[in-house]
Every structure is written in C-alpha cells, then in structure tokens.
C-alpha cells in the first residue's frame, strides 16, 4: 500500500508521460528509489480507479471479492469422511464431494483450529 502522496506522486509522473504505464513506473522507480518501486499495474490500476471512482485511493471492504460458501454440512461431511478414513487425501476427499482441494484443506484447517482453542 502507498501514502495518499505516492499516490498523487505516481499520478502526476503517470500524466507527464501521457498515460505510458511502462515509462512512468521507469522513471518513477528511478526519481524515487529509496521507496517500494511500483510496477506497471499499480500505475494502470490507478488510472482506471482515478476514472471510476474520482480516487486514487484503493478502497478496501465487505464487499470485494468473492464472498465465501458457508455450507455446514459439508463441513460436517467432511469431518466425517476424515474420521472414518484419517489418511484420506485431500485431493480425494474433494473429488469425492465435488469442492476443490483448497477448500477442504481450508475447512479442515478451520476445524483444527477451533478444537485447539478449546
């Protein structure tokens, strides 16, 4: 994350060379190296956030990115199916149920977690 005046720094390099992403993060890089050198894409983000939304401020919240799928039983399904087999692989349990390996990895590491707080 950037300081709102390597923010308006990066802008102002981004339109001395007419909207070059590659060039002002060159020269950006080059006029301010003792900061983090932003790449190409953080000069691109912000021209199309500036265009958008008036800032060039990322914003963070609730509602970015994908919300996750909170589907208890499977959870408890999954339990189940590692209680019965304990050196079943993640990979085959989520062929099984129809869910991607990370996210059986991630519920069972939820789990793991719950019962070592207790």
Do not use: W
């Not at 992403?21 to 932003?38: G, K, M």
């Not at 019965?84 to 996210?103: N, Y």
């Amino acid at each position: 994350m950037y300081t709102n005046q390597e923010y308006v720094n990066m802008m102002m390099v981004l339109g001395f060379y007419e909207e070059n992403c590659n060039e002002a993060a060159r020269v950006y890089s080059a006029r301010f190296a003792d900061i983090t050198h932003p790449s190409p894409g953080v000069f691109k983000r912000m021209m199309v956030r500036a265009r958008e939304t008036g800032s060039l401020i990322p914003t963070a919240g609730p509602d970015l990115g994908r919300p996750p799928e909170i589907v208890p039983e499977a959870d408890e399904l999954i339990i189940q199916l590692i209680q019965e087999d304990p050196i079943r692989s993640t990979r085959g349990i989520a062929q099984e149920l129809g869910m991607s390996q990370t996210s059986i990895t991630r519920r069972l590491k939820k789990e793991e977690s719950k019962n070592l707080a207790n």
